[in-house]
Every structure is written in structure tokens, then in C-alpha cells.
């Protein structure tokens, strides 16, 4: 581990200049790349003191061993060689959208002399017209099987193309109509492009000129009595609409826009894209991302226009681009799309209207794609046995902790302080095992405290539950049991952990050990994960334990402290709300919601209800004489403190202290 003070450069030796800078670790490999108007004052930055700097940050300064620059004219050259150099070294320590696929185009190949449709992935070619992205590649088929009736363009392959027109026979498509058959010259070369570019201009969403003139076609046929082509031409309007369809217009005025959205937390990001081109959505796309370098919503946008637009120019970039959140230099970036389309780009956040609609879907899209990745990634077996096997590795256990529990502690500046306890087993979550805890010892914050309070209570209770049946032994619950009492009821704390993970650093860590000590349980390991640190803690270690960011093991042991962190979370906001809420009426024994209600809704209010006489109350339907008393009797314990009265003017003041006058 470097120290950024032994590579630090010497004062002004830095240019007050736009530029882009590369950190290089011991081996020379570069581990960082990052863009700055003023490089002196950006990378004045990362040399402040370790505490100060956020800790993904820290890891990146402690493993560079130098830093290096290039000085550029102007912000948008910052722009375009951060992302050659990115592309170039792949450094570990940026955030990269990586495609978990090819997603599939259709191409018309119009740099041929006779143009033919298809399906293309892979890198875009010079001379050949793209639609697209398309999730899957039936979805292409199924669209150019349509439009093929109205644009019999060519789709053979060249090998195709080149044995029917030496045959002078064409395949089965010409013989069908779906095909125009330039192989065998029943169309010439000028022909066949002009359907080729009708067939683009109608994907390129110009569809309402062109259907009004296939409509104006057929009236004037069946003017002409030429029923046979009227018919025709009315089943190419059907078909040409079932094309349409299959994208729905979302938004007006024939708008060309690629909107993109993020979810995100601690860990990784997905990014979502929508592709609008003539008001439709003709594409969809996304990625999903660890987020490997100290990044907020606006850097993973600047991240994503990179990697969407790093390779595209002309109509590939769209007019307009829509995002969640600007980046830090809009004006560079709105310059550079500029520059790749080669006319201007709106970059913005929409506000009102359909097009924030959209984008409210575009990021429901991102938020179940980043949910179904870790639900994917949570339920592979061979992930979860792998992610045992590295943590028993990392912690140097005797066998995988097939049962892990997770405690966290979750307060609101000191109030309402709760605590949770999650279960794990073979890797995954076991929610009735699940408890939430009060901590009862004392008042006020001491997360430290509550953490040790907490794992005593748990585990007095799991001792107590082994002295109850004489388990001393081996620790394990009587097969014939199963688990349960003697009345049947799941026995609440009956196993013991493998592993308890803490949320938190040396200090809680310290705290649960010390309980267990105080218990004399030494057979159960101990770890903590504080929050963003991502490091691991050990009892009586000074050092944490660095598990790598591409490890199943760590992925699994952040899953379970923020499952945790959420559990206490809910447990007490639910508590707050209730205390809110509580009523003098909820200390009446006998008296359920139902009859609540009734009393608030006859007498408007408690106010008036306290000043209500034992027999007004028995008017409520369902309310008895003893109910009735048991509630004044409660009302009036709960009875705030008389109004103070100002004796020199016979005023009753207000609880604020002020005057009613």
C-alpha cells in the first residue's frame, strides 16, 4: 500500500490548464483515468489527508505508486481522450457499462449496389443504415416479414444472390412477392434502391406521407375498377399498420430522443436506454455496472454518454438526449454529442409533459433490471457455494457458514432505538428466522452499546434454550424435536450461527465479541462490514481484511448487511409512526379500532370527546357503561396541564406562551 505523499508533485509543478491524468501503479499499469478543467486544482484533490477522502477514493491513491497528465486546449479534447485512454487501458478503477450482449440491429447495406436487409451486431459499418438496438433479433424478423409485402427489398445473403442470378432463377421470396428479384433483373439497380430508401424512411418513423399515398393509390384503383390491386394495396396499408403497432407512438412530433436512466445503491448501477426515433421507441438497451470508483448520478451519466456515443456520428446521436441528472461539464458534453451528430444536441432533464413520463418508465426499466441482476446472482448455486468458500477462506474458518446472522442497530438521532437480526442460510435469506430487538439497557445513541446488548439477549436466549434440553453437547437440536417446544411453537433462537456479521467497523466488532465472551461462546466467529468501507473487521485485528471487488464472498456478505440495514430500518420508521399516532384511547383495555373510530367520528375529536359526560359516550353505538367510564377515566390521566392565565388581565395564554389577545 502506497503512500500518495511519496508520488505527490511538487507545488506548481501541475498546469492550471484543462487535461486529462493518468494514476499508474508499481507495475506501471494504469489504474485510473480522469479529466479536469483545472488539472492543478483537481488533482490537488486526491493528496489531502486519507480520513478526508472518500474510501473507494483512498483504495485508488494507496494503490497508485505515480500520477501523470497531458495539458489539451479545450474541455471537449479533455472529453474525447479521457474516453480513447479508457478505452485504451481498461483501468480497474473506473466505472465501465459493459453490454452482457450484442444487441442486434436491422441494417440496410445501402454502400451495395443492390441493398439488402438484415439483422447486424457488432461494430457499425461506414455505408450501412441502422435501426435499432432491438432487445432480440425475432423481434427484427418479425418486423421486416411484414414490411417486406410493401418494400420487397433484397435479404439473401451475396453467395445467394450471386447462384440465382447465374442461375437465372430466383429463390423461394421472389416467387412469392417478397422480393423484387434484382438477381434476375426484374427490377434494375435504381429501382431497387429507391425501395431500399422508401423502406428506410418508413423505419425512420416518416410513415403517415407514405401510407396516405398507399391510401390515396387504392381509392383511385378501385375508382378505376381494378379491384385486384386495390386489394393489394389495402393488404400493404394492414400490413405496413401491424409494423407500426409493434412501437407505439410515445412521444410527439416525430421526436428523435434517446433517454436514459439509472438505479443505483452502494454497489453497482444499471443503466437503461430507450431509443425514440420518429416518436416510437425502436430500441432498448442497458447495462449493469459495479461502481468501482467514487461516483455520484451525474458521473455515471457522463460514464454512459461516453460509452453510447464514444463510437457513433451523423444520426446515431440524436437531436435530443435526455438524462436523470446533468454532468459536471455540460457545456463540454453538450459540445462533444454535437460534434459527433455534426449539428446541435439538446443534453437536459425533462420536467413536465410526456417526455418525463417516459423517462419515469425509462427508470422503472433500470430499477428491475438492477433487481433481477442481483436476484440472479443471489440465487446460482454454484455462486452462493463459492461465495461461502471464499469468505470460510478469507476468515480463516474451519468449514463454510452455512448459517450466517446479521445484526444492525437503527435510531433517529437517539430515539426509538431498534436493532435487527437477519438469517442466512446456504446463502440465502430465511425470513422467518428474522427478529427485531428494542434496546431496553439504557436511553439515547451508543450504537456500540446497543450492538452488545443486543448480541447478549440473542444468545442468552439460545443458551437458555439449550439448558431448557439439555443440550451441552454438541449444540445441535434433537432430530425428534425438530426444533420446536413442547407445544409444537418454533423454538425462536434454538440454532446457533456459523458467523455473525455486524454492520460496522473495530467498534462493533469489539462489542460482539465481548458478548460472547461474557457468555462463554467461543465457537462462533465474528466479523463486521462497515457501510461504503467494504472492508472486513476481525476481533483484536488492527488490519481489515481487503476481499476483492470481484468477489462472490464479499457481494454475499454486503447482501446480507444491507438486508439487515433495511430490516431495522422498517422496524423503526414503524415504531416512530406508531408513537406518532398513539392515542390517550390506546390505554383503554377492551377498546379495539373499530370502536376508536366510532368515538372520534361521533365527537369530531379527543378534545371533545374528553368533555364529554360518561352518558354521551354510552350514546356511541357498541359503547357499555363500564367502557364508557374505563374511557373518561383514561382521559382524563392523559389530560394535558391546565392553560396558564395572565393575572393581570385575566388572559389565557397560548401553549407558546403567547396571548390569545
Not at 433500470?366 to 461465495?387: F, G, I, P
Not at 455473525?500 to 469489539?510: L, N, R, S, Y
Amino acid at each position: 500500500m502506497a503512500d500518495p505523499s511519496s508520488y505527490r508533485p511538487r507545488p506548481g509543478q501541475i498546469p492550471d490548464s484543462p487535461g486529462v491524468y493518468k494514476f499508474r501503479d508499481e507495475h506501471r499499469r494504469v489504474i485510473y483515468v480522469g479529466k479536469a478543467k483545472s488539472l492543478r486544482q483537481r488533482l490537488a484533490n486526491y493528496f489531502q489527508p486519507l480520513a478526508s477522502l472518500h474510501p473507494r477514493t483512498a483504495t485508488m491513491v494507496t494503490t497508485a505508486a505515480s500520477v501523470e497528465w497531458t495539458v489539451v486546449a479545450t474541455e471537449v479534447e479533455a472529453l474525447q481522450l479521457e474516453y480513447s485512454w479508457i478505452k485504451e487501458f481498461d483501468p480497474r478503477f473506473n466505472v465501465k457499462y459493459r453490454d452482457d450482449k450484442s444487441y442486434p440491429y436491422l441494417a440496410v447495406t445501402l454502400d451495395e449496389e443492390f441493398p439488402r436487409v438484415q439483422v447486424m451486431r457488432g461494430h457499425k459499418k461506414k455505408g450501412v443504415r441502422y435501426f435499432g438496438p432491438y432487445t432480440h433479433a425475432w423481434a427484427i424478423r418479425e418486423t421486416v416479414d411484414l414490411m417486406l409485402r410493401v418494400f420487397p427489398v433484397r435479404t439473401c445473403s451475396a453467395g445467394v444472390f450471386r447462384n440465382a442470378a447465374s442461375a437465372g432463377r430466383p429463390c423461394l421470396l421472389g416467387y412469392i412477392g417478397k422480393c423484387s428479384a434484382p438477381c434476375v433483373g426484374r427490377v434494375d439497380a435504381q429501382e431497387h434502391r429507391e425501395l431500399a430508401e422508401d423502406f428506410c424512411d418508413f423505419m425512420a418513423g416518416r410513415t403517415g406521407t407514405y401510407l396516405r399515398r398507399l391510401e390515396k393509390q387504392m381509392m383511385i384503383a378501385a375508382e378505376d375498377l381494378e379491384y385486384e390491386k386495390a386489394g393489394r394495396l389495402r393488404d400493404d396499408i394492414e400490413a405496413l399498420r401491424k409494423a407500426m403497432e409493434k412501437s407505439a407512438v410515445v412521444l410527439a412530433d416525430a421526436t428523435d430522443a434517446d433517454l436514459i436512466a439509472l438505479a443505483e445503491d452502494e454497489l453497482e448501477a444499471a443503466v437503461q436506454i430507450f431509443h425514440v426515433r420518429g416518436g416510437r421507441v425502436r430500441g432498448q438497451r442497458g447495462w449493469v455496472t459495479d461502481k468501482v470508483e467514487a461516483v455520484d448520478t451525474a458521473g455515471l451519466v457522463e460514464h454512459a454518454l461516453q460509452q453510447l456515443y464514444g463510437e457513433e456520428s451523423g444520426d446515431a446521436v440524436p437531436k435530443e438526449v435526455l438524462v436523470p441528472a446533468l454532468p459536471e461539464d455540460t457545456e463540454a458534453v453538450t459540445a462533444w454529442l454535437s460534434g459527433r451528430r455534426g449539428s446541435n444536441v439538446s443534453l437536459r432533464i425533462p420536467q413536465r409533459g410526456d417526455k418525463k413520463a417516459l423517462m419515469e418508465t425509462v427508470a422503472r426499466n433500470a430499477q428491475q433490471s438492477l433487481v433481477l441482476h442481483k436476484t440472479k446472482r443471489a440465487s446460482d448455486l454454484t455462486t452462493r457455494s463459492r461465495a461461502l468458500e471464499e469468505i470460510a477462506e478469507a476468515l480463516d474458518l474451519d468449514s463454510a457458514p452455512l448459517r450466517i446472522e446479521c445484526f444492525d442497530i437503527s435510531h433517529l438521532q437517539g430515539e426509538d432505538v431498534v436493532a435487527s437480526m437477519i438469517v442466512f442460510e446456504d446463502g440465502l435469506p430465511r425470513k422467518s428466522e428474522y427478529r427485531r430487538f428494542q434496546i431496553k439497557g439504557f436511553e439515547g445513541q451508543d450504537d456500540v452499546r446497543s450492538m452488545h446488548e443486543v448480541i447478549s439477549r440473542r444468545f442468552k436466549r439460545y443458551l437458555a434454550e439449550k439448558e431448557k434440553t439439555g443440550e451441552w453437547g454438541d449444540g445441535e437440536v434433537p432430530a425428534e424435536t425438530g426444533g420446536r417446544d413442547e407445544d409444537g411453537r418454533p423454538r425462536r433462537f434454538a440454532y446457533p450461527p456459523q458467523l455473525i456479521v455486524v454492520d460496522g467497523g473495530q467498534p462493533q466488532v469489539a462489542a460482539a465479541r465481548r458478548a460472547l465472551d461474557e457468555l462463554g461462546i467461543d465457537d462462533i466467529a465474528v466479523c463486521g462490514l462497515a457501510k461504503r468501507l467494504e472492508e472486513v473487521w476481525l476481533p483484536g485485528d488492527d488490519d481489515p481484511v481487503v476481499l476483492p471487488r470481484s468477489s462472490e464472498g464479499l457481494y454475499l456478505l454486503q447482501r446480507v448487511r444491507d438486508t439487515a440495514h433495511d430490516f431495522a430500518i422498517r422496524y423503526q420508521r414503524s415504531k416512530r409512526t406508531k408513537r406518532i399516532r398513539s392515542s390517550p384511547l390506546d390505554a383503554v383495555h377492551g377498546l379495539g379500532e373499530t370502536r376508536k373510530q366510532a368515538l372520534i367520528k361521533h365527537f369530531g375529536s379527543v378534545k371533545r370527546l374528553r368533555q364529554a359526560t360518561i352518558e354521551q359516550i354510552c350514546e356511541v353505538p357498541g359503547m357499555g357503561r363500564k367502557t364508557a367510564e374505563a374511557v373518561a377515566v383514561a382521559l382524563a390521566q392523559a389530560a394535558p396541564a391546565a392553560p396558564a392565565v395572565n393575572t393581570a388581565t385575566g388572559e389565557i395564554m397560548e401553549d407558546d406562551g403567547g396571548s390569545t389577545a
